[in-house]
């Protein structure tokens, strides 16, 4: 039993072995991430090469003189709400389809609604404005032979639905990664919990609202919180398929910070990106806590 116990412990990997990645992250990620704070306290722009500590002047500056922030901070929050619920129940019963499928055709149908996730937001953004194009796209091309006409819109260039526009092509790109990690939380619950249910009589309802969802908490808070952090730093999408417009109707904080950056306005871009990353902070860490109730109350 000595023996067995030492050609275990043998067998375990020494702690320098992550010193790399640690290195790598550290590095990359944070020292950037520490500069970009100190930076947004002082007045490092395009126009001087001096560069001053003006304390809160930058963050002053952000909710004084940007009208249009608290436009973008609106389309933000929007846009995130939006997608949290539109790929976390899309996803959810795109995992449930497939887990109840027919098992030869599962792997296929994973890799078709995971495809569009690998694939670049340029391509899709070159895809979807021809086939959002209010003259020529596709979408338009097939409402009005079918009666719906009235339905055909100015999907990008209409300031009162270009950002629900925008979310529904983020949606399909990235619902295929929801589903995937909702998946595999499907696939780790024990199947005796769904054979006692059927003992008793359930429904494939009861069976989803009292065995499925509370025992997919766990993945749910993962897929929340990743959903939550990807929607308040959203920019490609939103530049590739419009740039921020029509007028700023699309408009949100990464867009401005990317804006305000080009402007030569460094700090004040970097001060943007502070109070974003403040935001993701407190709201991660809420929505996790939240999430961890429910775990423990389920």
Same mark, same amino acid.
């Given at each position: 039993?000595?023996?067995?116990?030492?050609?275990?412990?043998?067998?375990?990997?020494?702690?320098?072995?992550?010193?790399?990645?640690?290195?790598?992250?550290?590095?990359?990620?944070?020292?950037?991430?520490?500069?970009?704070?100190?930076?947004?306290?002082?007045?490092?722009?395009?126009?001087?090469?001096?560069?001053?500590?003006?304390?809160?002047?930058?963050?002053?500056?952000?909710?004084?003189?940007?009208?249009?922030?608290?436009?973008?901070?609106?389309?933000?929050?929007?846009?995130?709400?939006?997608?949290?619920?539109?790929?976390?129940?899309?996803?959810?019963?795109?995992?449930?389809?497939?887990? +109840?499928?027919?098992?030869?055709?599962?792997?296929?149908?994973?890799?078709?609604?995971?495809?569009?996730?690998?694939?670049?937001?340029?391509?899709?953004?070159?895809?979807?404005?021809?086939?959002?194009?209010?003259?020529?796209?596709?979408?338009?091309?097939?409402?009005?032979?079918?009666?719906?006409?009235?339905?055909?819109?100015?999907?990008?260039?209409?300031?009162?639905?270009?950002?629900?526009?925008?979310?529904?092509?983020?949606?399909?790109?990235?619902?295929?990664?929801?589903?995937?990690?909702?998946?595999?939380?499907?696939?780790?619950?024990?199947?005796?919990?769904?054979?006692?249910?059927?003992?008793?009589?359930?429904?494939?309802?009861?069976?989803? +609202?009292?065995?499925?969802?509370?025992?997919?908490?766990?993945?749910?808070?993962?897929?929340?919180?990743?959903?939550?952090?990807?929607?308040?730093?959203?920019?490609?999408?939103?530049?590739?398929?419009?740039?921020?417009?029509?007028?700023?109707?699309?408009?949100?904080?990464?867009?401005?910070?990317?804006?305000?950056?080009?402007?030569?306005?460094?700090?004040?871009?970097?001060?943007?990106?502070?109070?974003?990353?403040?935001?993701?902070?407190?709201?991660?860490?809420?929505?996790?806590?939240?999430?961890?109730?429910?775990?423990?109350?389920?």
């Amino acid at each position: 039993m000595h023996r067995r116990r030492v050609s275990l412990r043998s067998k375990t990997y020494p702690g320098y072995f992550s010193s790399g990645a640690i290195a790598l992250y550290m590095v990359f990620i944070v020292v950037p991430s520490i500069m970009g704070i100190y930076y947004s306290f002082t007045s490092w722009n395009r126009f001087s090469s001096e560069v001053n500590f003006v304390g809160l002047e930058n963050f002053r500056k952000i909710f004084t003189s940007n009208s249009t922030l608290l436009l973008a901070i609106n389309n933000t929050l929007v846009f995130t709400a939006i997608t949290i619920v539109t790929k976390t129940v899309i996803g959810l019963l795109l995992a449930l389809l497939v887990s +109840r499928g027919i098992r030869r055709l599962s792997t296929v149908h994973r890799a078709i609604y995971y495809l569009p996730a690998v694939l670049p937001m340029i391509v899709v953004g070159i895809v979807f404005k021809s086939i959002l194009n209010p003259a020529t796209g596709v979408l338009n091309e097939f409402l009005r032979p079918i009666g719906l006409s009235s339905v055909a819109q100015h999907w990008l260039t209409n300031p009162h639905i270009a950002l629900y526009s925008i979310a529904a092509v983020d949606t399909w790109k990235g619902v295929g990664f929801i589903m995937i990690l909702l998946l595999a939380g499907l696939q780790s619950i024990p199947t005796d919990y769904y054979e006692a249910a059927r003992l008793d009589g359930a429904s494939a309802f009861s069976e989803l +609202r009292f065995i499925t969802l509370p025992l997919l908490v766990p993945v749910l808070t993962v897929t929340t919180v990743l959903n939550l952090l990807y929607g308040l730093k959203i920019f490609d999408s939103v530049w590739v398929l419009t740039n921020g417009g029509p007028g700023y109707a699309t408009e949100t904080v990464y867009t401005i910070v990317f804006k305000e950056f080009a402007r030569g306005h460094y700090a004040v871009s970097t001060a943007l990106s502070t109070v974003l990353f403040v935001i993701m902070l407190g709201a991660g860490v809420v929505l996790i806590r939240f999430m961890n109730k429910q775990v423990d109350y389920d």
